[in-house]
């Protein structure tokens, strides 16, 4: 009997991986579901044993089983590995995505599992924090504060309760390495969190799933009821979300899993002296609890010797919109921009210029290819007027009008506020107003992509009418709020529109509790800084050069 | 589902599960999921079951995109708005979509056969425009799979 591979990822499963699956079954084969590789321009992918190797074909589709079983198929890709999409990655946190059956206790122990909560267990905690400390990991949710210094403060913290939270509400456009983590290798992230349980004396822990990943809530569910004898007497749950970004923000998510309204809490205290039921609590983002059993197993110097300046180990940055070669790679710190974007990336699906990339998500920069030798790395992004966050990155093409993003950065923060400050609050629905104004005076006709940017377009016609779009199909409020001021009793000119613009970015940057309202400028006025040409502002000299 | 018998499905979970504060959003889930939608005649039950004022559940209730508090259609489609989506051309295939389902975005269609809602990112940022049909996730959607969905939806 042959045995093939198939991802079961979510992604996978919606470009027709199941069917595929359902077919070599049909044929006799002995399928096993793993978790993606990661590169989604050859899903759905199968992989056919042949002794100790597993041969790659993809893209495939149901009708192709036997030309595969036969090796005649023309897609034959030979050995992932070899590929150089996977050759050039640096694989520390996803060395097991794609290869192992998710949920297998076996193939988890066979590729090195378990070995750092072993190593951890037979160690002091304090050694233990020192390890990740050493290790210079940082936050990889997008703060990128020192994990090891969130982690000496639980342990030094008093009281005999303490929790870890696991931060799985991966809202941000573009992202999607935390939820393959957990459809690939869930037990990657249970260990991480027993690591960190036994470094600062906690007994329970919870993964916070955003709902729109219901993959990943199921098979974490089932990973954490298969591993529970391995990692007792720690205890974990998972917690679905309910749709709300702002539950990405740490203390707003602690409040959602207490059964409140997500609103952010002011700090202090922090979360690791008052966090979870007012406990001392660790939440930590999937991917830096995931990258620490590598970290224990393999010595905190093999981590740290990877990377670039004060951003040490590895990034799984996403490769995601309008991209060519879209998905996953880990690499570490220091490449550069244009190397992600045009080298592994291969520019844009489309086949146009690449015009824009934002990075980091709804609340991150928009950067043309005049900056496309930024490296990747925290410092170096802040310094740019930007930030890595949990490096995602959105590739636009030259269709892409800026200002009609800029609008979109500002209606997602409306539609997703808390509401417990005012800058983000108001200031947010203020900003789509003022955004309305500059598309409707600026000179250039708004040009959203009127067509698709694969397949084939629409015979409909699809132009935009001039009626405001809501985001919420909710009683229209924001619509009121939105159209309620008189028009004749403020300046409409553009260049006062573009100064209140500023103004109000001014506000929301420094006014705002979190980071919701708090970067929501970032694309907003990166979109105006580096292309006031969709504003109805002249084009910068550097674009009219090039 | 009359009130009866959803307040003897709200008090049986809590009796199982518990009625500590914290059970809140995974007992409106669980409500969701039974009935479809989280009627107001059962916020008064759902707040006598977890010892927390009315007010309390009404603005946890209305906080979260997820909980509906009227009925949706026989089918669901939640397309995504993302900005990776609108990166490959979201912003069209939204028209279309409100168009070839015959309903706008938000809304559920009059007969009751389709509701078509907004969502953030289903983290298949690199293979849309995504969304979820009846909670299955359809990738790279064009034409030809908005044809597929309308009929779909139609059943």
Redesign the interface.
């Known amino acids: 009997m042959t045995r093939v591979f198939i991802s079961r990822d979510?992604?996978s499963?919606?470009?027709g991986a199941d069917e595929v699956a359902r077919a070599f079954a049909d044929a006799g084969c002995e399928v096993v579901r793993t978790g993606s590789h990661g590169l989604?321009v050859i899903e759905p992918l199968v992989e056919v044993e042949a002794g100790d190797r597993r041969i790659a074909y993809g893209p495939v589709t149901p009708a192709d089983v036997a030309a595969i079983l036969d090796g005649t198929h023309p897609n034959c890709l030979g050995e992932i590995a070899a590929l150089p999409f996977f050759a050039r990655q640096q694989r520390f946190t996803f060395a097991r995505c794609g290869i192992v059956d998710p949920l297998s206790l076996a193939d988890y122990a066979a590729h090195g599992g378990w070995i750092g909560l072993d190593i951890a267990r037979a160690a002091e905690p304090q050694a233990v924090v020192d390890a990740v400390k050493a290790s210079g990991l940082r936050g990889r949710g997008g703060a990128g504060f020192p994990t090891g210094i969130k982690w000496q403060t639980v342990l030094d913290a008093p009281g005999a309760t303490k929790y870890i939270v696991c931060n799985a509400d991966?809202?941000?456009?573009?992202?999607?390495a935390?939820?393959m983590l957990m459809e690939g290798d869930p037990f990657c992230l249970i260990e991480g969190m027993a690591i960190a349980a036994h470094a600062v004396g906690a007994s329970h822990g919870y993964i916070y799933i955003r709902?729109?990943?219901?993959f990943a809530i199921q098979t974490m569910r089932d990973a954490i009821a298969l591993s529970a004898g391995r990692i007792a007497p720690f205890t974990l749950e998972v917690?679905?979300?309910?749709?709300?970004?702002v539950c990405g923000e740490e203390t707003a998510l602690l409040d959602?899993?207490?059964?409140?309204?997500?609103q952010v809490r002011a700090k202090p205290p922090l979360p690791a002296l008052s966090g979870l039921?007012g406990k001392p609590t660790v939440i930590n983002n999937v991917l830096s609890l995931a990258a620490v059993p590598f970290i224990l197993a393999e010595g905190a110097e093999a981590y740290a010797n990877v990377g670039f300046g004060r951003s040490r180990g590895t990034m799984p940055v996403?490769?995601?919109?309008?991209?060519k070669h879209?998905?996953l790679f880990e690499v570490g710190f220091g490449i550069t921009l244009g190397e992600l974007v045009n080298d592994i990336g291969g520019g844009t699906?489309s086949g146009r210029p690449v015009r824009a990339v934002?990075v980091g998500?709804?609340l991150g920069a928009y950067f043309p290819p005049s900056m496309f030798d930024l490296p990747f790395d925290y410092e170096a992004f802040t310094a740019a007027g930007g930030l890595i966050g949990h490096a995602?990155i959105?590739?636009?093409?030259d269709s892409?009008d800026m200002a009609h993003?800029a609008r979109?950065a500002m209606e997602?923060c409306a539609?997703?506020s808390?509401g417990k400050c005012t800058p983000c609050r108001i200031g947010s629905t203020r900003g789509v107003e003022i955004m309305d104004r500059i598309i409707a005076g600026r000179p250039v006709p708004s040009s959203?992509?009127?067509?698709?940017?694969?397949?084939?377009?629409?015979?409909?016609d699809?132009e935009?009418k001039n009626s405001p779009?809501?985001?919420?199909?909710?009683t229209g409020f924001l619509d009121q709020a939105l159209y309620s001021r008189a028009p004749d009793r403020i300046d409409v000119s553009l260049g006062a529109q573009t100064a209140l613009l500023r103004d109000l970015c001014d506000t929301m940057k420094y006014g705002s509790l979190c980071a919701l309202g708090g970067f929501t400028p970032y694309p907003v006025l990166s979109a105006l800084d580096h292309f006031p040409e969709d504003f109805g502002a002249p084009a910068p000299v550097l674009a009219a050069a090039e | 589902m009359g009130l009866d018998e959803a307040k003897r499905l709200i008090n049986g979970w809590v009796r199982r599960e518990g009625s500590g504060r914290d059970r809140l959003l995974p007992l409106l889930h669980m409500v969701q999921d039974e009935i479809g939608y989280i009627d107001d005649t059962l916020v008064p039950a759902i707040a006598a079951a977890l010892n927390l004022s009315r007010a309390d559940v009404h603005g946890v209730l209305t906080f979260y995109h997820d909980y509906r508090r009227q009925p949706a259609g026989r089918h669901i489609v939640k397309l995504c708005r993302a900005e990776s989506c609108q990166a490959r051309g979201g912003a069209a295939v939204e028209a279309a979509a409100a168009e070839r389902l015959g309903v706008a975005m938000g809304e559920t269609r009059r007969d009751g056969q389709v509701t078509l809602e907004p969502v953030y990112c289903l983290g298949l940022c690199a293979i849309g425009p995504n969304a979820l049909i009846n909670g299955r996730p359809v990738a790279r959607i064009d034409s030809a799979a908005l044809d597929r969905i309308a009929a779909e939806v139609a059943a």
Do not use: H, K, W
Not at chain 1, 170 to 176: I, L
Not at chain 1, 394 to 397: A, G, K, L, M, P
């Open positions: 979510m992604a499963v919606a470009l989604f991966e809202g941000d456009s573009g992202t999607f935390d939820r709902s729109e990943y219901p917690r679905a979300g309910a749709g709300a970004y959602s899993i207490e059964g409140r309204r997500g039921f996403q490769l995601a919109g309008n991209v879209g998905g699906a934002q998500g709804p995602g959105t590739v636009f093409d892409v993003m979109f997602f539609a997703e808390c959203v992509r009127p067509e698709l940017v694969e397949g084939p377009s629409f015979s409909a699809v935009r779009s809501t985001s919420s199909g909710q």
